[in-house]
């Protein structure tokens, strides 16, 4: 069911590398309106006049990018096209080219930052180049083993938000494309678990989905064994004071009946 484009990295079999793994960086190309911002480095390339050309400047913490003889440039707060623009008309007013053709690319990302924590491989900070969407960072987070199948981003820019995704969802291509935006904080959760007891084929902890019926959990367990007493279950969920409350759960509610993380279903023996 998991696509390759979510799956975790496979590790080489023959020798494992001294370091942890890390994930791929952005790809070096960015779309125009890419908002360019403090410690960004950006390549000038000025067209036919290669001693005009400028590799990896560094955007100091003010915004300001120092452009060979022609001076202080603020580019902080501006996309790619517009820092073209201002460096072909600082150009042209120094003399140094009378029509230049200036192409600008970001060729280190770093003032723009999305951060992913929970059940990931490489739970950290991951730079953005201003199209990135949420499946593109997971990508290169990978899912931890423990891995739920709920996905939380909080954005609080311009004002708190809070967006819930589902896994399957975003692996299949069925959810719509999320756009991240700087400061994002993607929460990876770990699975959300019921407890399956007694006369089942299969007893254990089953993930827990949103909207599981006892119907859907029993059939995970591996359905009633040959002992099983089928006509009720005993269902165990804490209250909100946290105890646990014990409730017979009769086979015309097992379709219908919902589920929740925390659950225990036992399922006795028939006597006879």
């Known amino acids: 069911m998991t696509i390759a484009l979510l799956v975790l990295p496979?590790?080489?079999a023959q020798t494992p590398p001294k370091q942890p793994a890390r994930p791929p960086a952005p790809a070096a190309s960015q779309s125009a309106d890419y908002v360019v911002g403090p410690q960004d480095k950006l390549s000038i390339t000025v067209v036919g006049i290669p001693e005009l050309n400028q590799q990896n400047a560094l955007v100091d913490n003010s915004g300001m990018l120092a452009y060979l003889d022609v001076g202080v440039v603020?580019?902080?707060g501006k996309t790619v096209r517009q820092i073209e623009a201002d460096i072909r008309q600082a150009l042209i007013d120094k003399g140094q080219a009378m029509n230049p053709t200036v192409q600008v690319e970001v060729s280190a990302f770093r003032s723009q930052m999305v951060y992913?924590?929970?059940a990931v491989g490489h739970p950290q900070g991951y730079p953005i180049t201003g199209t990135?969407?949420?499946v593109n960072v997971l990508a290169q987070a990978g899912f931890a083993p423990s891995a739920g199948q709920?996905?939380?981003v909080v954005r609080n820019k311009p004002a708190h938000q809070e967006f819930t995704f589902d896994r399957h969802a975003l692996e299949n291509g069925?959810?719509?494309p999320f756009q991240l935006q700087d400061g994002d904080a993607i929460i990876v959760p770990d699975a959300e678990k019921a407890i399956v007891r007694g006369e089942v084929r299969s007893p254990g902890m089953y993930e827990v989905s949103s909207d599981m019926t006892l119907l859907q959990l029993l059939v995970m367990a591996g359905d009633f064994n040959d002992r099983a007493a089928r006509g009720s279950v005993k269902l165990t969920r804490k209250n909100e004071q946290g105890k646990p409350v014990d409730t017979r759960i009769s086979s015309k509610e097992y379709s219908t009946f919902i589920v929740k993380p925390g659950d225990v279903i036992l399922?006795?023996?028939r006597i006879f």
């Open 74 to 76: 603020k580019v902080a």
């Open 174 to 176: 069925t959810a719509a």
């Open 267 to 269: 399922v006795g023996r």
């Open 132 to 134: 990135e969407t949420l």
């Open 116 to 118: 992913v924590s929970g």
């Open 150 to 152: 709920r996905i939380q």
């Open 10 to 12: 496979l590790q080489a």
